[in-house]
C-alpha cells in the first residue's frame, strides 16, 4: 500500500537557481569592492594620474613610467 503523505524534502530547481544567483551577485559585489578598495598611495597616482606616476619613477633614478596592469592600478616604471 502506498501513502499519500509522502513529502520528498528537495529543493526544486527554480529555486536552487535563485539561490545560486543570489550567491553569484554577492561574490561579484565582494570583488568589486576590493578591487576599488586600494591604497591610493600604493599606485603613485594611479589611476587616473600617469603624471604623478611618471614623476615618482624619474624621482628614483627612472626615465618615467605609466599607470599598468589590472584596471591600469600599478605604476610601471620605464627602464
Not at 600604493?42 to 614623476?55: F, L, V
Not at 633614478?61 to 610601471?76: I, P, S, V, Y
Amino acid at each position: 500500500m502506498c501513502s499519500s503523505h509522502t513529502a520528498i524534502a528537495t529543493t526544486s530547481p527554480a529555486r536552487a537557481q535563485v539561490k545560486v544567483s543570489k550567491f553569484t551577485k554577492l561574490a561579484l559585489l565582494v570583488v568589486v569592492l576590493a578591487v576599488l578598495m586600494t591604497p591610493v598611495s600604493a599606485g603613485y597616482g594611479c589611476p587616473g594620474n600617469d603624471y604623478e606616476c611618471s614623476d615618482y619613477c624619474r624621482s628614483i633614478g627612472r626615465n618615467g613610467g605609466h599607470c599598468g596592469g589590472f584596471l591600469w592600478l600599478t605604476c610601471q616604471c620605464n627602464k
